[in-house]
């Protein structure tokens, strides 16, 4: 299960990346909702950080397992470029938070459960599945956005 989650992270990120490599910087940059009272979504560039945020944040929870200590991820994204880098390093650091439960049979991680810092308590699967769709909600919401200001 942890190979095919940890594949399925990884997969969900290409079309993201592929997206980033050919944006000019102007249109990672640029304001596409002025009006959102969300942070995280005012621009590509914005939404690129907050998915690599998260994607540390939910490792994080991982890492609790094997009692690792918490990183804040808080670097400046300040190009499409650096944001694919910034994608893989997340994804390395996933992998890595992976170490040492690898080979646990379902029912040892079926009894892992995460209360997360946005009120809502997964299991190990859900945890992961929810990383996975959040970097899929988010690559949807960039290619909206490019397709509603060409």
Partial sequence: MLIALMEEYRR?????KQILS??????FEKIND?????????SIQTITFHIVQSGYTYSNYI???TK???????ESIETPLIGIEELD???DFAE??????????????EQWKFNTRWNVTYDFEQLME?????????????????????
């Fill in 89 to 91: 390093k997340m994804l």
């Fill in 68 to 74: 690792r200590d918490w990183f804040e991820y808080n």
């Fill in 34 to 42: 002025s009006h959102t009272t969300d942070p995280d979504c005012h």
């Fill in 96 to 109: 890595h938070s992976f170490e040492g439960i690898w080979y646990k049979t379902n029912e040892e991680i």
């Fill in 130 to 150: 929810h990383a996975i769709v959040h970097v899929l909600r988010h690559r949807r919401q960039i290619e909206n956005m490019l397709k509603n200001n060409l």
């Fill in 63 to 65: 890492n609790t397992i």
């Fill in 22 to 27: 050919h944006l000019s910087q102007s249109t």
């Fill in 12 to 16: 969900s990120a290409i079309d993201l």
